[in-house]
C-alpha cells in the first residue's frame, strides 16, 4: 500500500462512507489535477466526472483562477469580517448582487403572468464558508424575520421531500433524507415535507415507462403544484402559517437528481408569495452556471427572498459561502444597540479574502463569451451521449438539466424496479467506472455525471461511454 494511503487507513475517517469498507482496500490519493484530470500518487489519470463532489466549475490548476488566489496571497490571506472590512469581499459583494439581480424576465414560462409573481431584489450578502452554514443563515434570518414582522409567533419551514440542504443541525432539520437524518430526529426541530416532483416514480404519473426523460412523456395534472397548495392553506387554518418554503431550484441534488418540470419552480413560487410566506433557494449545487443559467431559480423568472449559494461558488478552490437576501430581511435587525436586534450569528472564516478573490476571477471567466460557448457545445455533447444508454435495460430514468445529469439504474426498465440500497448497484457501477479511469459518486441507484466546464467533448463521451460499459459489466456478472 502507498505510505499516504496507509496513513489515511491509520488516522482519517471519510464524510459519508463506511469506513469497514473503505479499510478493506487501498484509497486512490489525489496529488494534483489539471483541467479535468486527477492523478493519483501512483501516477495514475483520471476524469473528475462529477467535479470534485459538484464544486468544480472550470477545471482544476485554472491559470486565472490561481493567479487571483496568488495575488490575493501576496496581499493577505484573511483578516476577520467581525470589526473589519476587506478588498475582495467588499467587490465580490457586489459583483454578486449584480449578477443575482440580473433576471432575465423574457423566457417567463409560457402561460403565467408577470404580474402574478412579486420578484424581490437581492441587496444584501451573508458570508460564511459553505453550504450548510449558507443554509443555517437562511433559515435563522428567515425564522427571525417571521416572528419581527408578526407573521408568526413560532414560525414554521416546508421543504421537500427528498430535500438535502448540508449536515448541520438547522440545515437537516429541513432534509428530508431518512437515511442521513432520522438517526438525528431527537435533535431537530419540526418541520414540515411536501411532494416534490419526481415524475418517473410519481403516483400521478399515468405514462407507462418509455426510453426518455420521464418529464418528457409524463401524463399528469401538474398535482404536486396542488398539493403543495392545499398544504399552504392548510397551515394557514392553525393559525401560525408558514414563515418560508425552502427548494433546490430545477434540480434536487442529493435526493437523486431529481428535476423539476417546467413550469413547476414558477408556480410554487407564485403560491409561496400568494401565501405571504417567503421562499428559500438552495443553490449550493445549481448555481453558477451549472443548470444552464448563472442561477437556476432565474430560468423560471423566480427570484427567491433568500439565494444560497456555495460549492461552485470559489470555482470550487476554497470554502466560501453566501447567504443574498433583500433589504427589508436586512432592515428588520436595524435598531439602536440596546434593542439588540443584531444577526448574532458568524463564523472565524466569514468573508475571507483567497476565497473571495478565487470567487472573482471565476465570475469573470463564467462570464467570458468563451465559456459560455463551451458550456452550450458540452451539454449538447452530454445530451446526445446519454440517448446511447437507452439501449442498456437497467437504464430507467436519465434526466439531465444542464451540466448535471442522473442516470437512474433499475433491475428491469420496463417495470421501473428499485434495487435494493443493500444491492450497492449504483457503489458496483462506479466502481467499475474507476477501473476505466472516470471518477464519480453515486446516490443509491442512481449514478451522476457532472463535468467540469472545462470538459472537451472526447473528454465527455470518455465519461458516458466508461458508465454504459461499466453498467453492462457490471449487471452481465450478475445471476439471473
Ligand atoms: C452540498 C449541498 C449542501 C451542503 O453544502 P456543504 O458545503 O457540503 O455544507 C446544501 N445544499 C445542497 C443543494 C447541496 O448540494
Redesign the pocket.
Known amino acids: 500500500m502507498h505510505k499516504l494511503a496507509q496513513l489515511d487507513h491509520d488516522y482519517v475517517w471519510h464524510p459519508f462512507t463506511q469506513m469497514r469498507d473503505w479499510l478493506k482496500q487501498e484509497p486512490i490519493v489525489i496529488t494534483s489535477g489539471h483541467g479535468v484530470v486527477l492523478k493519483d500518487a501512483r501516477g495514475k489519470e483520471y476524469l473528475d466526472a462529477n467535479s470534485s463532489?459538484?464544486t468544480n466549475l472550470h477545471g482544476h490548476n485554472h491559470p486565472k483562477i490561481n493567479a487571483a488566489i496568488k495575488k490575493q496571497l501576496g496581499k493577505i490571506s484573511h483578516s476577520s469580517a467581525l470589526g473589519f472590512a476587506n478588498e475582495p469581499a467588499s467587490l465580490l459583494a457586489q459583483r454578486l448582487i449584480t449578477v443575482a439581480n440580473a433576471l432575465p424576465s423574457a423566457n417567463a414560462p409560457r402561460g403565467s403572468s408577470k404580474s402574478s409573481l412579486l420578484n424581490p431584489k437581492l441587496s444584501k450578502i451573508f458570508y460564511s464558508d459553505?453550504?450548510?452554514?449558507?443554509?443555517e443563515v437562511a433559515l435563522k434570518l428567515a425564522y427571525e424575520y417571521a416572528r419581527r414582522s408578526g407573521r408568526s409567533k413560532k414560525p414554521k419551514f416546508l421543504s421537500l421531500e427528498g430535500a438535502?440542504?448540508?449536515?448541520?443541525v438547522g440545515?437537516v432539520s429541513v432534509g428530508h433524507i431518512d437515511l442521513f437524518h432520522k438517526a438525528y430526529s431527537g435533535l431537530l426541530f419540526q418541520t414540515d415535507k411536501v411532494m416534490a416532483p419526481y415524475c418517473y416514480r410519481c403516483p400521478f404519473n399515468r405514462a407507462k415507462p418509455e426510453r426518455a426523460d420521464a418529464r418528457d412523456y409524463r401524463k399528469c395534472n401538474f398535482e404536486c403544484t396542488g398539493i403543495v397548495e392545499e398544504q399552504f392553506a392548510a397551515q394557514k387554518k392553525t393559525g401560525n402559517p408558514y414563515a418560508a418554503m425552502v427548494v433546490?431550484p430545477l434540480m434536487?441534488?442529493?435526493a437523486g437528481m431529481i428535476p423539476q418540470p417546467t413550469g413547476w419552480l414558477r408556480r410554487v413560487a407564485e403560491i409561496v408569495r400568494g401565501h405571504g410566506a417567503q421562499l428559500v433557494a438552495?443553490?449550493?449545487?445549481?448555481g453558477f452556471g451549472r443548470t444552464g443559467s448563472l442561477f437556476a431559480s432565474h430560468q423560471e423568472s423566480v427570484q427567491p427572498d433568500f439565494l444560497?449559494v456555495?460549492?461552485g461558488m470559489t470555482a470550487g478552490y476554497l470554502?466560501m459561502?453566501a447567504t443574498l437576501t433583500t433589504q427589508a430581511v436586512f432592515d428588520a435587525f436595524l435598531g439602536d444597540y440596546s434593542e439588540f436586534k443584531t444577526f448574532f450569528h458568524g463564523h472565524s472564516f466569514t468573508g475571507n479574502q483567497l476565497g473571495a478573490a478565487a470567487a472573482l476571477a471565476s465570475l469573470d471567466v463564467l462570464e467570458s463569451k468563451q465559456s459560455l460557448l463551451a458550456r452550450q457545445r458540452l451539454e449538447e455533447t452530454l445530451r446526445v451521449e446519454l440517448q446511447k444508454l437507452w439501449s442498456l435495460p437497467q437504464v430507467g430514468d436519465i434526466r439531465q438539466v444542464g451540466l448535471v445529469a442522473g442516470i437512474e439504474l433499475v433491475k428491469d426498465w420496463t417495470t421501473r424496479e428499485q434495487f435494493h440500497l443493500r444491492e450497492r448497484a449504483g457503489i458496483r457501477v462506479c466502481e467499475a467506472m474507476a477501473k476505466r479511469g472516470v471518477l464519480t459518486r453515486p446516490i443509491g441507484s442512481v449514478v451522476v455525471l457532472m463535468p467540469p466546464y472545462c470538459s472537451t467533448l472526447s473528454q465527455a463521451r470518455t465519461m458516458v461511454r466508461a458508465l454504459g460499459e461499466s453498467i453492462q459489466e457490471t449487471f452481465s456478472t450478475q445471476k439471473r
Do not use: F, L
Open positions: 463532489i459538484w459553505d453550504g450548510s452554514t449558507a443554509m438535502y440542504h448540508g449536515d448541520t440545515a433546490e434536487q441534488g442529493a438552495d443553490e449550493v449545487m445549481t444560497a456555495a460549492k470554502p459561502a
